[in-house]
């Protein structure tokens, strides 16, 4: 059974920047596209970026292009979430998920139906 740990979360300045960690154990992780989701309070869980199984392939939401960047090594069991000019609104817990592949592509809108939530990290921004 896949299991994803979310690590490295904190508390942040605005404009300062912070990388996430998830480590997969159970099985291998280049079996799959994986998602970072975050929950801020009192609001719904979203997606807010992909990888491919490869790393070859990203895609983000429209209201983190440009600041988000994943990334994966595959050797090393791992995704990473770089998070750059963070804004006091991108406080939230953060997941990650096995994601679909939806033409061709990730897709960050729902996780794999069979995957249970972990704890995910909580990322906080303020001053």
């Known amino acids: 059974q896949l299991q994803l740990v979310e690590s490295g979360g904190g508390l942040v300045q605005p404009g300062g920047p912070l990388r996430l960690s998830c480590a997969v154990s159970?099985?291998?992780?280049?079996?799959?596209?994986i998602g970072w989701f975050r929950q801020a309070p009192g609001k719904e869980r979203e997606g807010s970026s992909c990888?491919?199984?490869?790393?070859?392939?990203?895609n983000y939401a429209d209201s983190v292009k440009g600041r988000f960047t994943v990334s994966r090594d595959n050797a090393r069991r791992a995704v990473y979430l770089q998070i750059d000019s963070l804004k006091p609104e991108d406080t939230a817990i953060y997941y990650c998920?096995?994601?679909?592949?939806?033409?061709?592509?990730?897709?960050?809108?729902?996780?794999?139906?069979?995957?249970?939530w972990g704890q995910g990290t909580q990322v906080t921004v303020s001053s």
């Open positions: 998920a096995p994601v679909p592949t939806v033409q061709a592509m990730c897709s960050m809108s729902t996780p794999s139906s069979w995957y249970s």
């Open positions: 159970g099985l291998r992780l280049d079996y799959y596209n």
């Open positions: 990888i491919t199984r490869s790393g070859g392939s990203t």
